[in-house]
């Protein structure tokens, strides 16, 4: 089993960047497709970007897709999601997750999220 713990989120302006970083422990993260998804308040989870499980291959929503860079270091058993242009749309908590299929329908692991506040 694979834990993830997220960090970096915090209070942002329109237009700033911030990196989010998942760390993983328990199992190597190279065992997992890695996923980024977010909830805004009183909305249902988003899936926002994935990588696949060496990097080669990565994934975004429409809604963050030239804004937000999904990258992973295997070494550091770590992923990032690096934003960029944010907007105060993209307030939200934000949760990595892992499957260990590309294919599978569902992530099975989950971090505990990180909160990112984006002021207009």
């Known amino acids: 089993q694979v834990k993830l713990v997220e960090s970096g989120g915090g209070l942002v302006q329109a237009g700033g960047s911030l990196r989010l970083s998942c760390a993983a422990s328990?199992?190597?993260?190279?065992?997992?497709?890695m996923g980024w998804f977010r909830q805004a308040p009183g909305k249902e989870r988003e899936f926002i970007a994935a990588?696949?499980?060496?990097?080669?291959?990565?994934e975004y929503s429409d809604s963050v897709k030239g804004r937000f860079t999904i990258s992973r270091d295997n070494a550091k058993n770590t992923v990032y999601l690096q934003m960029n242009s944010l907007k105060p749309e993209d307030t939200a908590d934000y949760f990595c997750?892992?499957?260990?299929?590309?294919?599978?329908?569902?992530?099975?692991?989950w971090g505990q999220g990180t909160r990112l506040t984006v002021s207009a």
């Open positions: 997750a892992a499957k260990t299929s590309y294919y599978a329908d569902s992530y099975d692991y």
């Open positions: 328990g199992r190597p993260l190279s065992n997992y497709v």
């Open positions: 990588i696949t499980h060496y990097g080669g291959s990565t």
